[in-house]
């Protein structure tokens, strides 16, 4: 079968009309960020922020015309809008702060039929190990007997098909849904799955957001226990859609000892805080070094500081995991941990922290 093509979506979308408007979305440059892979094309529909919730069938149209293509095997669009360049701006924000919640957020949360609990694995900075830490979490899970998934969150740098070893292609099941991959035991999805590895994602957060929002509802999960988010680094739009649109259990904070690090977890605290989602504790990764060859340890990011800024905080300390070259290498060949060496003194920290997020959201 043929690949399909940018200028055959495009064709395809000439024959959806803004209803308003009465011309074609692509004459009124509305397609904004088309990408495509291996038949999966993505792209979003920039509108007037007014006009956002009422043209929702425009979305669905535009997908509908999209898929249908020979070649398409799923198709990704979402609603993005541009604020106006007449239009207040936004109140200023101390820097690197989180952004501003609104005193009266009215978001609905998603209804997540068959998942039981959702928790976002974050950290206030990127190089911290984050999404090594969420992987290894969702397989010691699963390694106790939970359905688990994992949603790779990061839009911009999704790591997550790398680190559990996936390359296959998403499938549609005959619902209409996209199937998640497996591995390892547990079910799997991320825009890297729909994007060329190297492809620079230049979307703005409402197209960000969007995106995510059907990776997780327009996804056949199935039952599961626990689905986790691998969220990007920092504390932005994305962090805050998805605190205020999907149910979370709660939340678990990755950082490296050293203080500059923690004030910049402490930015993700005090976001979640903020928007009444609990943090179920702190993971303190790269904690130590122990040599392989003579075993001396060295601390080379300090050692102890999550512990501390867990007290200091009155929250739970959640475990310490090891600069170790075998974690990186692991999780570098898509074979974590967890998965390839279940009895490694490093499987037996995260059976250790999984243990204790698990007892803080499931207690019976």
């Not at 425009?58 to 007449?86: F, I, N, Q, S, Y």
């Not at 739009?237 to 149910?247: E, F, K, S």
């Amino acid at each position: 079968m043929a690949e399909i093509t940018a200028e055959q979506v495009l064709a395809a979308l000439k024959n959806v009309n803004d209803p308003d408007k009465g011309e074609n979305i692509v004459d009124l440059d509305m397609i904004v960020g088309l990408q495509l892979k291996d038949g999966h094309v993505a792209f979003g529909i920039e509108v007037e922020p007014e006009r956002g919730a009422k043209l929702e069938p425009l979305r669905k149209a535009a997908e509908m015309a999209v898929h249908d293509l020979p070649g398409v095997l799923t198709a990704t669009v979402v609603l993005t809008a541009e604020r106006p360049a007449d239009a207040e701006p936004e109140p200023e924000q101390p820097r690197g702060g989180p952004p501003p919640v609104p005193e009266q957020a009215a978001f609905q949360k998603m209804d997540l039929l068959g998942i039981d609990n959702v928790i976002a694995v974050a950290s206030g900075k990127g190089g911290v190990g984050k999404s090594t830490t969420a992987v290894n979490l969702a397989l010691a899970m699963a390694t106790e007997g939970k359905r688990v998934g994992l949603l790779d969150a990061d839009i911009y740098g999704p790591s997550i098909p790398r680190m559990l070893g996936i390359t296959e292609k998403p499938t549609q099941t005959a619902a209409g849904l996209i199937a998640p991959l497996e591995n390892y035991g547990i079910k799997c999805m991320s825009i890297g799955f729909l994007i060329e590895e190297e492809t620079a994602m230049i979307w703005r957060g409402p197209m960000a957001t969007g995106a995510l929002e059907q990776l997780i509802t327009d996804v056949a999960w199935g039952e599961l226990d626990c689905l986790v988010l691998d969220l990007p680094p920092g504390t932005g739009d994305i962090h805050l859609t998805m605190a205020q649109r999907v149910p979370l259990a709660g939340a678990v904070i990755v950082s490296t000892p050293q203080d500059i690090a923690l004030a910049d977890a402490r930015k993700g605290l005090n976001m979640f805080e903020k928007v009444d989602v609990p943090v179920l504790g702190l993971v303190e990764n790269m904690s130590y070094f122990s040599c392989p060859h003579c075993g001396e340890r060295t601390e080379i990011f300090s050692h102890g500081g999550a512990r501390k800024e867990a007290e200091k905080l009155g929250m739970d300390f959640l475990g310490e995991i090891p600069l170790d070259i075998v974690i990186r290498e692991t999780s570098d060949d898509g074979q974590p941990i967890v998965a390839s060496d279940p009895s490694s003194e490093h499987t037996a920290a995260y059976l250790n922290i999984a243990a204790k997020v698990w007892s803080k959201i499931d207690p019976n």
